[in-house]
């Protein structure tokens, strides 16, 4: 899976409405701090998990499902198992109107998952971090290639 920076870049830079799908509320796990870092960046990030559904996330509820986010939503950001991304791409092309990318985490990758997406017009990435990905792009990287994103003192 290549990707090209300049496809990264606009897919980065026409994004406004980021739903990550998986999204965790302790700071440690990945999907917190990656939603934390792009929410920081201005994105506006809706976390979707059953198990939290109802709390508030970086000024928004999280939802318990794909069905309950806003047609806003731009971009799905999945931190689930490979196995798990078909039923999510099928949910978000059916109930997100204005979805133009699906971006699938380090690790996650479903080839006819991506298809049906790409078959519809949604650009896909896999095995991609996007906070990764932003930060490279900008020159944010840190020394030892990662920065975690906290930009405050302030958590």
Same mark, same amino acid.
């Given at each position: 899976?290549?990707?090209?920076?300049?496809?990264? $870049?606009?897919?980065?830079?026409?994004?406004?409405?980021?739903?990550?799908?998986?999204? /965790? %509320?302790?700071?440690?796990?990945?999907?917190?701090?990656?939603?934390?870092? %792009?929410?920081?960046?201005?994105?506006?990030?809706?976390?979707?998990?059953?198990?939290?559904?109802?709390?508030? %996330?970086?000024?928004?509820?999280?939802?318990?499902?794909?069905?309950? %986010?806003?047609?806003?939503?731009?971009?799905?950001?999945?931190?689930?198992?490979?196995?798990?991304?078909?039923?999510?791409?099928?949910? *978000?092309?059916?109930?997100?109107?204005?979805?133009?990318?699906?971006?699938?985490?380090?690790?996650?990758?479903? *080839?006819?998952? *991506?298809? $049906?997406?790409?078959?519809?017009?949604?650009?896909?990435?896999?095995?991609?971090?996007? $906070?990764?990905?932003?930060?490279?792009?900008?020159?944010?990287?840190?020394?030892?290639?990662?920065?975690?994103?906290?930009? /405050?003192? $302030?958590?």
């Amino acid at each position: 899976m290549s990707y090209s920076d300049a496809f990264l $870049k606009e897919i980065l830079a026409r994004t406004r409405v980021i739903a990550v799908i998986g999204v /965790s %509320l302790n700071p440690v796990r990945p999907s917190y701090y990656v939603a934390r870092y %792009l929410s920081l960046r201005g994105y506006r990030v809706i976390g979707v998990n059953p198990g939290h559904a109802g709390a508030q %996330l970086f000024g928004e509820t999280v939802r318990g499902g794909i069905e309950d %986010l806003p047609a806003e939503v731009d971009m799905v950001d999945i931190f689930r198992r490979s196995e798990g991304v078909p039923p999510i791409v099928d949910a *978000a092309l059916e109930h997100l109107p204005n979805l133009r990318t699906i971006w699938m985490q380090i690790g996650v990758a479903h *080839a006819e998952a *991506a298809a $049906k997406a790409e078959a519809r017009g949604v650009d896909v990435v896999m095995n991609r971090c996007p $906070k990764i990905e932003y930060q490279r792009l900008n020159g944010e990287l840190r020394m030892g290639g990662f920065n975690t994103g906290v930009i /405050s003192s $302030k958590l």
